[in-house]
């Protein structure tokens, strides 16, 4: 089971960027489909992205495409979640998650069965 560790929360203005970083340990990276959620308060954990093994292809949530890139680096076993243009709505803890065996798409928090313990992500209006 690899273990997942996310860094580079915090607070910023509507319209600034944050990248998040998720550095994995324990596990053969490369073997990982890889993907962010977040939880806003009140509210159930979403999907937001996620990285094919290769990292050619990549998911995302309607609502941030076009302003959130996900990128991964096999070599430093990091996956990475550059978040611009963010809006008070993108409020949340931010969760990484490693996967095995899932079919390209899935956005099912039940696919991926290894979780960082999150980041807070305050955007201010």
């Known amino acids: 089971q690899v273990q997942l560790v996310e860094s580079g929360g915090g607070l910023v203005q509507a319209g600034g960027s944050l990248r998040l970083s998720c550095a994995a340990s324990g596990g053969i990276f490369s073997t990982y489909t890889m993907s962010w959620f977040r939880q806003a308060p009140g509210k159930e954990r979403e999907f937001v992205a996620a990285i094919s093994r290769s990292g050619i292809t990549t998911w995302y949530t309607d609502s941030v495409k076009g302003r959130f890139t996900m990128s991964r680096d096999n070599a430093k076993s990091t996956v990475y979640l550059q978040m611009n243009s963010l809006e008070p709505e993108d409020t949340a803890v931010y969760y990484c998650?490693?996967?095995?065996?899932?079919?390209?798409?899935?956005?099912?928090?039940?696919?991926?069965?290894?979780w960082g313990q999150g980041t807070q992500v305050t955007v201010s209006s």
């Open positions: 998650a490693a996967g095995r065996g899932i079919s390209g798409g899935s956005k099912s928090s039940r696919d991926f069965s290894s």
